[in-house]
């Protein structure tokens, strides 16, 4: 019998061309649509009915049978709790990890397996190795369109029964099968929103649950150069939407007081209190299922797409690590993630907590 695979199909052609591949290659496929988000679906920005038009479309298209399953609760308790409750604390979480975790490969994973699926497939640009009994999340062919960083807190278990069918393929080679294919997407922008929530004005959807709270936006030396919106609207190494002009270079945010409600800026994108050589990461989680041995010399990321830096990792505690840069860095900001790197392995990665 064929292997069963439980394909998420989101309606982006990356899913969409997973789809194609894996019935080439002879799986059982079953196309999932996963809705998780319905508080405001009135909303214009809210794509999920078309999401569900064009998934629906595809699996004509592929002839292969299309369920939808709602995760909607398990989405708020797991993923977006924790969303806003880091932007209580002046962090700037990343939910795309933690969605990933939660959901793709945790209620997704359970579910397929409880329906009778050998396996589950996304269309994300990974790898993912098995040697010795054990799994290894590797990179995509397409560097720039790697997502291992989001990846990296997948456990042994769903990586064991993934598969990731885009691996080889750089994204122009994936719309390229897609236009031959005719699918309907084959064109269709890539989404740069909320994981499951989509693309929207963050400030407005920020403040339907956090209250915002006005300040002053100060330097360095204490003096007062503005007003912010809330500190929840900002991160570090933000440019944007400061309100703050003047003749000399653009200001940065540097650091939040939020004790005292204050946003802390400076001038010039190369100031050096913008810069530092380490930082302190916990939440921690090794592919290996176990850490390796450190002092470590490996390469690590603190935002997608980044460069690898080169850096050592050394133990602080059971919990957590210090990540030394071999160059400064700029704008390490709390909440996000810090990802390591071994050649094309992910070790895995944690949580940015402080820097200095």
Known sequence: MAT???????????????????????????AVFMKNWEEDDAEDYCAAAEDLAIAEEVANILDIPLLTVNFATEYWDRV???????????????????????????????YALDHG???????????????HGSAYLGKAADKDKDQTYFLYAIGQHALAHSLFPLAGLQKSAVRELARNNKLPNYNRKDSTGICFIGERRFRDFLAQYIPAQPGDIQQLDGSIIGQHQGLMYYTIGQRQGLGIGGPGEPWFVVSKDLDNNILIVVEGKNHPALFQSSLIADELHWIANKPPVLPLSCTARIRHRQPEQNCRLSEIDNESIRVTFEQPQRAIATGQSVVFYEGDLCLGGGVISSSQ
Not at 81 to 95: I, K, V
């Open 4 to 30: 069963s695979v439980f394909l998420g199909l989101s309606g982006g052609v990356d899913s969409a061309v997973a789809a194609l591949l894996l019935k080439q290659r002879g799986y059982d496929i079953t």
């Open 117 to 131: 699926a050998d396996k589950i497939a996304t269309g994300h640009y990974a790898d993912v190795h098995q040697c």
């Open 80 to 110: 977006f709790e924790h969303f806003l409750q880091e932007y209580r604390a002046g962090r700037t979480p990343n939910p795309d990890v933690l969605c990933n975790r939660e959901i793709k490969f945790r209620a997704f994973l359970d």
